[in-house]
């Protein structure tokens, strides 16, 4: 008997659906068809809930069917309704068992009615844990397992509690959501203040039917790998964490329908089991109808419930993702509470049960029988208010290593060795990189607090390794290359789907509170505009397809770039080199030139370097030992460093102390602890700047805005401000140091003022800070090329070669170098452009 299924958004699922036969038809237009279940299983009946006092008639028995809600992926399933009403009297001594055990009577022998009891029990002796008149309003609490595993007379009323709960995860908790859902049936009943004692509707008794009460489990574990979900954890209770790269809108599932008979107009209401639409097989009151039951959409019997499908990715950033390979990921179904709980890029975990849904494009007659896997949710945890990762777990043993690192002599100098210990030198970039990995930290909301890093060089000087390093250790590191990223792929994307939209995240949402490390910078330029509100507020917002919303991208961007020209310029500008936005560019709090320049002394000790990596020998002259493979907590009884070098003392530079001497041993940190000792310092370390460290950061901002000459020099606004204290505050966290003191605030600077000389330097080595990093100020050589130009036109305009240094001045003007034109005078005269004639007079030599 085909099933009718409802008016709306539903659409029919029936396992009787299709068929056909002699005698009276049963054909229905295709829009009204079913689909049929998941296989030829037969037709059940569960047990139908009448309405009392509806209708004409005043005697139901019971009947049922089956509901289905399609969602923008696929028909979704939920097994327990969320929502009940007033039925007619029970004489169980549970108000909810039908709500429960719809397919069991009630037995007082049975195994189910002691299990509920063990449960009840615990629920009374552990109450201080259970506010019924709280989950009286929400309809769910909290469970935490190790609460009954505490409870001894628990344990032995019910010692297979933690095997049935994984085995049998759909009975347990159906035990559990009775036992308290009795206890707030039981439980007295405060009327509102506009509500009177007299007035029965408000007063809940033992026999009203409440809402169904759900247990969201806590504590169940340990985690499994996306990869390892099989089919033998099938209707298994399993606890998963992942990343959630999409979030399907928000949709309404119905768990209960009234019905209404055409002839005698007798209502009654059918619990839709397991989300598939279920319609009446037969009237109950009296005339025997069996067909064209009206759905009654507006009944206050008819019960829906918020849904919403989302999808969870295996981590790249715990190790669970083995590089090489897609990385997997799973469906989730949530309802009631849990919907909205989660955005993308949220790494989550989650608790639910494992099952399987036949695929629609396989349902139909004479293809295979294929089912996909997906997770029921019962409870989920979000763990982005902490570092996000499964590397933020810290052990005993981890805060024994935590703690040695941070009482080195110099914990910033082990850090700085032990970040891609493969690439030789540029201790400066590999420490402000470390200053980016670390970040700083916010004392007002909305305040942006991570550094941004760009590394510009010739190819081959090992930018790329260095990112892939920091993608390593950081605790949540995603590298992309920008050649092969589009601006969807780093930022979000919107699909469009049956109910509304969904979002996916990119790169740098799924790296929130973490870093995201962009290499081939300059081969995106197209993406550029993208990261524009990524990098500065924080955020990505989205306005697509009638979607409106805003997700957080706290994210530390370190890039590297190659020079346009294939080597880098020194007569032009960093923007004139990449053929980046200005705008983009300046949001980088760090940027540094790698060159590669040729020099004998620094040529033989990087060849012995690498000589020495590939032969196998730890200690090369001149570079630093590559123990980071070995175990660093076998060496926790010893000091970590032993070396006596001079690098403790104060009074030399940064990038000094921080070089090792040649043939140093140093226990390098390995990348696990690595990730440990950043998570601790970004989840636990706030660091506050002392007032020395202040005066230094204000003095030194306050020289910037004086060398400032006109309008072509770099733009120093209170931006450059805000990025000095970010990375005094990084520098801070790197030693777990509470207070930003004055030695940490000169460090920053000496960091600031390599990577000035790098940006501002001209291809004579001197020091222009009037040369503008947007490529409004130029070098010298620069300059003199755009004033002949304009001396060039001219003399072609006014047909003249004798100029006065007046119109000089006001060519100068017009080609906007009006600030050197004594020099560029100069440059032009030994080159034999301008040849001086006399007081102030100059003759063009148009060759």
Same mark, same amino acid.
């Given at each position: ?48 809930? +009448?309405? !009392?006092?509806?209708?004409? =008639?005043? *005697?139901?028995? %019971?009947?049922? &069917?089956?509901?289905?809600?399609? $969602? ?118 405060? +009327?509102? !203040?506009?509500?009177?004692? =007299?007035? *029965?509707?408000? %007063?809940?008794? &033992?026999?009203?039917?409440?809402? $169904? ?127 909205? *709980? ?506």
């Amino acid at each position: 008997m085909a099933a009718n299924p409802p008016v709306g958004n539903f659409r029919g699922r029936g396992s009787a659906a299709n068929r056909r036969g002699r005698g009276r038809s049963s054909w229905r237009p295709y829009f009204r068809r079913g689909r049929g279940g998941c296989g030829s299983a037969p037709y059940e009946r569960p047990v139908t809930l +009448p309405i !009392p006092n509806a209708g004409s =008639s005043s *005697s139901h028995d %019971q009947s049922t &069917s089956t509901v289905s809600v399609s $969602t923008s992926l696929c028909p979704v399933t939920v097994q327990e309704p969320p929502q009940s009403f007033f039925v007619e009297k029970s004489s169980t001594p549970y108000p909810g068992w039908q709500l429960y055990f719809p397919k069991n009577k009630y037995d007082a022998t049975s195994p189910i009615v002691r299990k509920v009891e063990a449960i009840r029990s615990h629920f009374s002796r552990k109450s201080e844990y259970y506010d019924l008149a709280k989950i009286r309003k929400q309809f769910w609490f909290p469970l935490h397992l190790s609460h009954l595993t505490s409870d001894d007379a628990f344990c032995k009323k019910w010692p297979n509690f933690q095997q049935d709960l994984g085995e049998n995860p759909d009975e347990t908790l159906a035990c559990i959501g009775l036992a308290m859902h009795r206890n707030v049936s039981e439980a007295p009943v405060q +009327p509102g !203040p506009s509500q009177s004692v =007299s007035n *029965s509707q408000f %007063q809940f008794s &033992s026999n009203s039917c409440l809402r $169904t009460v759900r247990a969201r489990i806590h504590g169940f574990g340990p985690a499994v790998n996306l990869r390892a979900l099989k089919v033998n954890n099938y209707d298994r209770l399993v606890s998963v964490r992942g990343t959630v790269i999409r979030a399907g809108a928000t949709q309404i599932l119905c768990t209960w329908m009234a019905f209404a008979c055409p002839n005698c107009n007798a209502e009654q209401s059918i619990r839709q089991p397991e989300g598939v639409f279920t319609a009446p097989s037969s009237c109950k009151g009296g005339c025997r109808t069996r067909s064209n039951f009206t759905e009654l959409l507006s009944s206050p019997y008819t019960r829906t419930e918020p849904f919403q499908t989302i999808r969870l990715q295996e981590s790249m950033l715990g190790g669970q993702y083995d590089s090489g390979r897609v990385p997997r990921s799973i469906e989730a179904e949530l309802a009631e509470d849990l919907v909205d *709980s989660v955005c993308p890029g949220d790494d989550i975990t989650l608790t639910g049960i494992l099952k399987v849904r036949p695929q629609e494009e396989f349902q139909r007659k004479g293809q295979a029988s294929m089912y996909k896997i997906y997770i029921r949710a019962v409870s989920l945890s979000n763990n982005k208010n902490t570092i996000s990762n499964r590397k933020s777990e810290f052990t005993e043993k981890d805060m024994e290593a935590i703690q040695l690192i941070s009482k080195e002599p110099s914990p910033f100098r082990l850090l700085v060795n032990s970040l891609c210990p493969t690439i030789y030198g540029h201790e400066m970039v590999k420490a402000g990189l470390i200053l980016g990995l670390f970040g700083g930290c916010a004392f007002q909301p909305g305040k942006r607090t991570e550094a941004h890093v760009l590394v510009v060089g010739d190819p081959g000087v090992g930018k790329s390794q260095m990112l892939q390093a920091c993608a390593n250790v950081s605790p949540r590191g995603v590298f992309v290359c920008g050649n092969g990223s589009s601006s969807a792929g780093l930022t979000v994307t919107v699909r469009q789907e049956r109910g509304g939209g969904s979002l996916e995240a990119g790169a740098l949402v799924l790296a929130d509170q973490g870093v995201c490390c962009i290499d081939e910078f300059d081969k995106m330029s197209s993406n550029h505009q993208s990261l524009l509100e990524v990098m500065e507020q924080q955020t990505v917002s989205v306005a697509k397809a009638g979607v409106l919303c805003s997700l957080p991208a706290r994210t530390c961007v370190l890039a590297a770039a190659n020079p346009s020209g294939g080597h880098y310029d020194r007569s032009k500008t960093v923007s004139e080199n990449l053929k980046i936005n200005p705008a983009l560019l300046s949001r980088f709090d760090l940027v540094f030139i790698l060159l590669d320049r040729p020099n004998a002394h620094l040529d033989s000790l990087l060849t012995a370097h690498i000589q020495a990596l590939h032969s196998g020998t730890k200690n090369s002259p001149g570079a630093p030992s590559n123990s980071g493979n070995s175990s660093f907590y076998g060496a926790m009884n010893r000091t970590l460093n032993t070396s006596t070098s001079s690098d403790s003392s104060c009074d030399k530079p940064l990038l000094e102390r921080l070089r090792l001497a040649p043939n140093e041993k140093l226990d390098l940190l390995p990348h696990v602890l690595f990730q440990k000792y950043i998570a601790y310092a970004r989840k636990n370390i706030c660091p506050k700047l002392s007032t020395e460290a202040a005066h230094e950061l204000k003095k030194f901002y306050l020289e910037l805005r004086a060398v400032r000459p006109g309008l072509d020099a770099i733009p120093v606004t209170t931006r450059q401000l805000e990025a000095l204290i970010r990375l005094n505050q990084a520098r801070a966290r790197a030693e777990l140091s509470t207070t930003a003191t004055h030695r940490h605030a000169l460090d920053v600077l000496e960091i600031v003022r390599h990577s000035l000389v790098d940006v501002f330097s001209t291809d004579e080595g001197v020091l222009q800070v009037q040369r503008n990093i947007n490529g409004c100020g130029m070098s010298q050589a620069s300059q003199v090329k755009k004033f002949l130009r304009f001396l060039q036109v001219r003399s072609n305009t006014s047909n003249k070669t004798v100029f006065e240094l007046e119109e000089l001045q006001e060519i100068a003007t017009q080609a906007g170098v009006a600030g050197g034109l004594t020099n560029i005078l100069d440059s032009l005269n030994v080159q034999g452009f301008l040849l001086k004639k006399g007081q102030s007079i100059y003759k063009f030599i148009n060759g």
